[in-house]
Nanobody, 116 residues
Framework: QVQVAESGGGLVQAGGSLRLSCAASGSIFSINTMCWYRQAPGKQRELVARITRSGSTNYGDSVKGRFTISRDNAKNTVYLQMNSLKPEDTAVYSC??????????WGRGTQVTVSS
C-alpha cells in the first residue's frame, strides 16, 4: 500500500506565496515522476508541474516563472513553491506520484484560495 498526503494549502492574498508539500509513504522502494495538478471549480484538471527522479522539471504555461517544483528523494516528498499568486490560481492542488511505469497514486488534494 502507498499513501500520498498533501499539506500546505490555505488562504492567501494576491501577490503572496504558499509552499505545498506532498509526502508518499508505505511500500515504496523508489518513485519515478512526481507531479502537481490542480482543478478549479467548473474547469478540467491541469498539470501544474512535473519533476523526474533525476530532477528534470517542466511547468504549465500559466505558472512558469512563478512556481517551482522540487523533491527530496530520501523523504519521498515533493514540494511546490508558489510565488506571486493570482486569484486564478485558486484550485484544489493534488499530488500524483509514479511508483513504477504506469503505476500511479493520487493524494486527496489541498485547497488553495487566493483572494484579490
Amino acid at each position: 500500500q502507498v499513501q500520498v498526503a498533501e499539506s500546505g494549502g490555505g488562504l492567501v492574498q494576491a501577490g503572496g506565496s504558499l509552499r505545498l508539500s506532498c509526502a508518499a509513504s508505505g511500500s515504496i522502494f523508489s518513485i519515478n515522476t512526481m507531479c502537481w495538478y490542480r482543478q478549479a471549480p467548473g474547469k478540467q484538471r491541469e498539470l501544474v508541474a512535473r519533476i523526474t527522479r533525476s530532477g528534470s522539471t517542466n511547468y504549465g504555461d500559466s505558472v512558469k516563472g512563478r512556481f517551482t517544483i522540487s523533491r527530496d528523494n530520501a523523504k519521498n516528498t515533493v514540494y511546490l513553491q508558489m510565488n506571486s499568486l493570482k486569484p486564478e490560481d485558486t484550485a484544489v492542488y493534488s499530488c500524483n506520484i509514479e511508483r513504477a511505469p504506469g503505476l500511479y497514486y493520487w493524494g486527496r488534494g489541498t485547497q488553495v484560495t487566493v483572494s484579490s
